[in-house]
């Protein structure tokens, strides 16, 4: 079982529809990340949290570390926005990276 | 402001011969550096960090090697490739503990 998991594995969505993707862990965990990585391979990350809700234009990723649970949200989605989303947490034992699968997102216009 | 480069951006390369990709990042000193690989429908995953000149951890046992010659060089090499090396390898740099900026990826294909 993978560390970290992701839901939905793929995700298609009309222009302008709001967007969840959810990611659990079951590490102990320092900080958690949101990538985007876009067809071509180039990652960017969108967020780096370890408690609480952070805004970024459209986008917003929260945390519940109770839970060992994060969602990243994109308010008023776009074409553009269509890319894979990897949620990626730091474990706090040995601090290594384990990542999701990702998320396929497709936004259709 | 910083950049980070890798290169080739992509390679065929047969079963058997050797590999080197390259990454260096610009306008940052003595940065952390990490290569990553994503294999085909699955994860990212750590293969070697280094934090200094010389310095690499391996974060599982392969048919990978890393090496850092100079502070912002960092080089993932194969002696001899296998099938299952194909996929696509990240180079990442960062200054602090929890930070990771990506590289542009390198695509390769064992065949």
């Known amino acids: 079982k993978n560390e970290v998991e992701q839901s939905p594995q793929n995700l298609t969505a009309q222009e302008g529809e709001f967007i969840t993707i959810n990611c659990s862990y079951s590490v102990g965990i320092s900080a958690l990340h949101w990538l985007q990585q876009h067809p071509g391979g180039g990652i960017v990350s969108l967020f780096m949290l370890s408690s609480g809700k952070k805004k970024h234009g459209r986008l917003i990723a929260t945390i519940n570390i109770q839970e060992k649970h994060s969602s990243l949200h994109i308010t008023a989605s776009h074409p553009r926005d269509s890319a894979v989303y990897i949620c990626?947490?730091?474990?706090?034992?040995?601090?290594?990276?384990?990542f999701g699968r990702g998320t396929q997102l497709t936004v259709w216009p | 402001s910083q950049t980070i480069h890798q290169w080739p951006a992509t390679l065929v390369q047969p079963v058997g011969s050797p590999l080197s990709l390259e990454c260096t990042v610009e306008?940052?000193?003595?940065?952390?550096l990490y290569w990553y690989r994503q294999a085909a429908g699955r994860g990212l995953q750590l293969l070697f960090y280094s934090v200094g000149i010389g310095q690499i951890s391996s974060e599982v046992p392969q048919n990978l090697s890393a090496s850092r010659p100079q502070d912002r060089q960092f080089i993932l090499s194969s002696k001899k490739l296998l099938l299952s090396d194909s996929g696509f390898y990240l180079c990442a740099w960062g200054l602090v503990y929890n930070e990771q900026f990506f590289g542009p990826g390198t695509r390769l294909t064992v065949l």
């Open positions: 306008g940052t000193s003595n940065p952390n």
């Open positions: 990626a947490v730091r474990g706090s034992t040995l601090g290594r990276l384990y």
